[in-house]
């Protein structure tokens, strides 16, 4: 039977078994669901009744074609020798792990393997994730991976030596652009008598506002600023700090991250 299998009902798992499931691209009958432990996979049968829920990952490889694998990256050398022999060589391996590459992936198994980020915001349909397949994976496969993750979000092709700097946009990003909303929020709630919360509110909902904006516009950032910072007024003056400053600050975060995306799995 081609179902898709999911191996970790973690954070990751979860978000896609919920979106591929509520999204209606894929029925209960075509899904199986494990975990390490007991309780995740008695959580993932009572939100999904009918779903298939394997005792082992290896009970898992018998039954599905297409497995997922959404375990942390320092877990999929050993899924995927315990699962080898439960497999036949056609298997599509779709591995969701940062930092561990197609070269890696395919010295374990040398049929097809994909690799997909998804990003947390993919748990409201919103979202990029990032695909990459291998060598080995053929037209059907690779459409079939495709359609799955656009049920959840966009997806990019992108090249795995793209894959480090994609990941920090689409994966991270989220994160990323948390703190930025945190820390404009509290810095104008700290210089004001607007309580921390009102702050947090109207930071978020501009935020959000903004990114819609430049998606229904297609205006660039720059082009905003320009709108937005009329010379003398209020906006100029804080864009003119943030742009002292903050290229300093994000070259620093980059290739910060860069280094431990490096060092992820190893
Ligand atoms: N979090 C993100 O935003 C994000 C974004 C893109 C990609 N990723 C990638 O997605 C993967 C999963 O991340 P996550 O955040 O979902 O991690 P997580 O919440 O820790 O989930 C991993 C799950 O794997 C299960 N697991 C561990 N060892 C296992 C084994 N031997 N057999 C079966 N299941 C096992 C654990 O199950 P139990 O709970 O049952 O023990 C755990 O729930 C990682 O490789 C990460 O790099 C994460």
Redesign the pocket.
Known sequence: MDCIGV???????SMLVDGFLSSGVLGVDEVVV????Q??RDACAAAWPGIGIAAT?SELARQCRTIIL????Q??K??LH?IFPAMDGDEHIVS???GVGLTELEGLFSGSVTRA????TSTIGQGTTLVCHGRQVGMHDALRIEGLFSSIGNVMLVGEEELPAATILS?CGPGLLAAVIEELAGAAAHASSLSGDRALELATETAAATAAYLRETGETPGDLVGRVATGGGVTEVGVKGIRERLPEVFDEAVAAMLERYGA?GK
């Open positions: 191996i970790g009902y973690g954070h990751m798992g494990t975990s390490r432990r309780e995740s990952n959404a375990v942390r990256p877990e999929v050993d899924v315990e969701l792990a940062a980020i998804p990003t947390i994966s992820v």
